[in-house]
């Protein structure tokens, strides 16, 4: 079965501060992709980065950054210089039974306060 | 431009009515999709269809039901059978396979 788990439900930061969302994630796929999803306060979601399985080289675009490691099933986003925008909700989603069904952590609401 | 469009954006229905929810794609995807959102459970799949005239169920589909008679078009309907109906229903399709799902604004339906 698959599951993603975003133990911090929420997490308030002083803008300019720099922090990490962890996800840690279950699949008994040996080839799989990892999402991150963002959630303004207007509801849609927003993709943010897909990574697949084969490739554990951190990505980096702008002040967001992404940690694969797939020794400890983790996929933590980094936000540099927090901004008062970055306020949302974040998820990580596995997708799964042919790609076409994907698992959604809960979520952390983070709350950048300036 | 393209994207997905859901409406209304805001849905009131006594208890007890069915209710069918708008969701349109002009990206020209095959795969949509129906999720519910609850305060602090994420999302959780309602429906999905791969292609025109066929659709599966997800993680929760009692009480809920969904036609796809156009690749663009995906309604779902929330009927009366549904407990709890009282959530925000996210719409998103994909072009299938191992990319992104793109996601409709939202509707939040509250049953009094």
């Known amino acids: 079965a698959q599951k993603v788990t975003q133990a911090q439900t929420e997490i308030s930061v002083v803008e300019k501060e720099d922090v990490t969302l962890d996800c840690v994630y279950e699949t008994r796929d040996t080839t799989y992709y990892l999402f991150w999803y963002k959630q303004p306060p207007s509801g ?28 400890t099933s983790s996929f933590n986003f980094t936000i540099t210089a927090s901004q008062v925008v970055d306020s949302a909700v974040y998820f990580c989603a596995l997708p799964s ?3 076409q069904k994907v698992t959604f952590g809960t979520g952390t609401k983070l709350q950048v306060i300036p | 431009d393209g994207g997905i469009t859901q409406s209304p954006k805001y849905l009131f229905r006594k208890e007890g009515q069915n209710v069918t929810l708008s969701c349109e794609q002009n990206l020209n995807h095959d795969a949509m999709y129906w999720y519910r959102q609850d305060p602090g459970q994420g999302l959780r799949l309602i429906y999905y269809s791969q292609i025109v005239n066929d659709f599966q169920k997800g993680d929760i589909a009692e009480g809920y039901s969904v036609s796809r008679e156009k690749k663009e078009s995906f309604p779902l309907t929330v009927t009366s059978a549904q407990k ?6 996210l719409c998103a399709s994909s072009s299938g396979g191992f990319v992104e799902q793109f996601f409709g604004p939202g509707t939040r339906l509250t049953v009094l």
């Open chain 2, 84 to 89: 709890n109906p009282t959530a925000f229903y």
């Open chain 1, 44 to 71: 849609e979601l927003v993709f943010l980065i897909r990574r697949n399985s084969f490739d554990e080289q951190n990505e980096i675009s702008g002040r967001y950054s992404w940690n694969f490691q797939k020794s």
């Open chain 1, 97 to 99: 039974g042919g790609y």
